[in-house]
């Protein structure tokens, strides 16, 4: 069985980490192209930061200056104190030993204190770190028996941030009424004035710049499993070859001058007659599938070649234009494989200039 890349995708039209500076004001940044859907909308500052529309808030963190191991007596010094955010001040009792670890004395006092965290530096110093984020978070340790085993500042407050604004997005009032753009509005300026920012966001069909609005791209995949090449097999194959030799311009390929048609040439003439345009076109479409089919006919010799994938005969050609828009012409064609399964194939072509009748 024979394959190939499958390069007709339908279009996310989906725009990926667009790269854009700030205005001067330093607090509206403007997409290339109109934003459809806000939930798609994903914004990074620097290459570096994801920021939410909440905009990126940090804990409140505080960190002893004494590495462990620690040495740590019942009743001595094994009392500990914190009192985080607003709430109350809360006493716990730490694993008594001569040599306990900053790892170990982090999971036992996590376990024990509700609304912190205690992790582990680098350095093998003891911190703490709030659940919640932004300036709300807080943390303060009281004077207690452990705190100075820790390195633990008495009374001080250790307060969260909040290190890039909340943003929005807003109607830009100067577009199109059908496809009005969006703007993200920071709540106040960022500070940098260097600071750019990567926006991902799908657009409209119409402005998408990966079809040109037409739906399709023509592009090979990765499948996210494995990430390997998305292929087409079969009637799926059938239906890509069939396209790829009728939308190519005959002759583009030095190496093989016979492959494709001269359709896009052919739509584009101004002619007198549609039914003579008409049978030219089909014409030349039924050469092309010939040809396709006796390449067919030769890979059997060497390859498995599938019934669903075998171009048996072009049943029906026709040409439609759009009763909205008549610069669209739609290519109709109904190719049945040798499994005896129809398989309509139908592609939309747009013109500079209207179709002449």
Known sequence: MSFDRKIDQVCTHHVVEEALFFNPD????????????????????????NVTPAGVRV?????????????????VNDSLSIAVDNG????????????????????DLSSKISGASFSVTKR???????????????LIFPSSTLGPILGLTPDRVYRGQQTVPSWSLVTDPNTLADRPARLIVFDSPINGTN???????????QECRRCEGVGIENDWRYDRRFGEVVKARNAELLVQEVLKITYTDKGSNPFHTWYGTGLL?????????QGLLQNLILNDVQDAFKRWQSIKKQQEKIQDVTDEEYPFRLLVVNL??????PTIIFVNALVQNRSDSPIQVTRGLQLPVPLEV
């Open 124 to 138: 093998g110093q003891v911190q703490a770190k709030t659940s919640t984020r932004g300036k709300a978070a807080r």
């Open 88 to 107: 109350a001040v809360q006493t716990v009792t730490a694993a008594a030993g001569k040599v306990i670890s900053a790892a170990s004395l982090a999971r």
């Open 265 to 273: 040439e052919a739509i584009g003439k101004k002619v007198t007659n």
């Open 195 to 205: 600071d750019y920012v990567e926006i991902s966001y799908t657009t409209l069909r």
């Open 26 to 49: 330093r607090v509206i940044v403007k997409p290339l192209r109109p934003i459809s859907n806000s939930a798609s909308v994903r914004v990074r500052l620097n290459g570096v930061a």
């Open 320 to 325: 439609e234009v759009d009763p909205q828009d």
């Open 59 to 75: 804990p409140a963190v505080g960190k002893g200056s004494i590495p462990g191991p620690y040495s740590i007596q019942a009743g």
